[in-house]
């Protein structure tokens, strides 16, 4: 099994930042994908970010794009999203995920963490 754990969110104000982590331990996989998902009340859950084991991989939402970064630390299996100008439609639990394939389904990734609330006031 794989254990994620998130750690960042809170409450911001429109075009403040935050730093969003998340921690994988337990089983481990040779090559990996991590990626982060949101979800919006009466919304379904959606793609924001994923970076490959390489680090030579990172896809964004177009929603996103030029505002948040996603970043990993190989050694630590720690992923990390910077968001930037943060918007009021940002507003959302996050999540952080794991998969040993490439994509931007939530089918794709069979472990996932508790999720952080992010809350962008205006």
């Known amino acids: 099994q794989v254990q994620l754990v998130e750690s960042g969110g809170g409450l911001v104000q429109a075009g403040g930042s935050l730093r969003l982590s998340c921690v994988a331990s337990?089983?481990?996989?040779?090559?990996?994908?991590m990626g982060w998902f949101r979800q919006a009340p009466g919304k379904e859950r959606e793609f924001v970010a994923a970076?490959?084991?390489?680090?030579?991989?990172?896809s964004y939402a177009d929603s996103v794009k030029g505002r948040f970064t996603i970043s990993r630390d190989t050694a630590k299996i720690t992923l990390y999203l910077q968001m930037n100008s943060l918007k009021p439609e940002d507003t959302a639990v996050y999540y952080c995920?794991?998969?040993?394939?490439?994509?931007?389904?939530?089918?794709?990734?069979?472990?996932w963490g508790q999720g952080t609330q992010v809350t962008v006031s205006s």
């Open positions: 995920a794991i998969s040993s394939n490439w994509g931007r389904q939530p089918a794709t990734y069979p472990y």
């Open positions: 337990g089983r481990t996989f040779r090559t990996y994908t």
């Open positions: 970076i490959s084991w390489s680090g030579l991989s990172e």
